[in-house]
T-cell receptor, first 114, second 110 residues
Framework: NAGVMQNPRHLVRRRGQEARLRCSPM?????VYWYRQLPEEGLKFMVY????????ESGMPKERFSAEFPKEGPSILRIQQVVRGDSAAYFC????????????FGQGTRLTVV | KNEVEQSPQNLTAQEGEFITINCSYS?????LHWLQQHPGGGIVSLFM???GKKKHGRLIATINIQEKHSSLHITASHPRDSAVYIC????????????FGEGTQLTVNP
């Protein structure tokens, strides 16, 4: 049973480009959480999704950021028109139920905006 | 004031020392995680606690629900224990997401 898979592990984008981060949850897990870790800062919640539904997006920046978790395929965190301040590590976690404390984390995607 | 406070922020120890990292939280929780993050690495869940005490190898985690406090102990510390240790809670007021402490940077010198 593979763990939570995130790809790419490292992503470099120029300012203004789009970044797409993918998260494949553990088998049997239908709940996905995205967290962001800015340089020298702690982890912060971004969004919680269940298959085909956004349950809680209260941590998402209002503009340029979106997330989806389709019926088939991985969850995608999409950042449009990236800026330097988007440079961070983005972690995905999945859980079998809607209980964040039972979640398993992926290795993260480190986004660098140049 | 953060809802989850960790102390100390930085900790340096000699190999073999007993280490304690503390976590306090200000509201009711459903459960608490201790996480480990190596530099540039992913996040590994060490323990999930809702009461009492858990032990895994040289790691021990305790939680006191009444005092809203948890501790992570490392016995016979080793340089490979050097990492950031993060306390994360599922707050009763925040639905089903985690709220994190700022982390404790542990360095164990040989």
């Amino acid at each position: 049973n593979a763990g939570v898979m995130q790809n790419p592990r490292h992503l470099v984008r120029r300012r203004g480009q789009e970044a797409r981060l993918r998260c494949s949850p553990m088998k049997g897990h239908s709940h996905v959480y995205w967290y962001r870790q800015l340089p020298e800062e702690g982890l912060k919640f971004m969004v919680y999704l269940q298959k085909e539904n956004i349950i809680d997006e209260s941590g998402m920046p209002k503009e340029r950021f979106s997330a989806e978790f389709p019926k088939e395929g991985p969850s995608i965190l999409r950042i449009q028109q990236v800026v330097r301040g988007d440079s961070a590590a983005y972690f995905c976690a999945s859980s079998p139920r809607g209980t964040a404390t039972e979640a398993f984390f992926g290795q993260g995607t480190r986004l660098t905006v140049v | 004031k953060n809802e989850v406070e960790q102390s100390p922020q930085n900790l340096t120890a000699q190999e073999g020392e007993f280490i304690t990292i503390n976590c306090s939280y200000s509201v009711g929780i459903s459960a608490l995680h201790w996480l480990q993050q190596h530099p540039g690495g992913g996040i590994v869940s060490l323990f999930m606690l809702s009461s009492g005490k858990k032990k895994h190898g040289r790691l021990i985690a305790t939680i006191n629900i009444q005092e809203k406090h948890s501790s992570l102990h490392i016995t016979a510390s080793h340089p490979r224990d050097s990492a950031v240790y993060i306390c994360a809670v599922g707050l009763q007021t925040s639905g089903s997401r985690l709220t994190f402490g700022e982390g404790t940077q542990l360095t164990v010198n040989p």
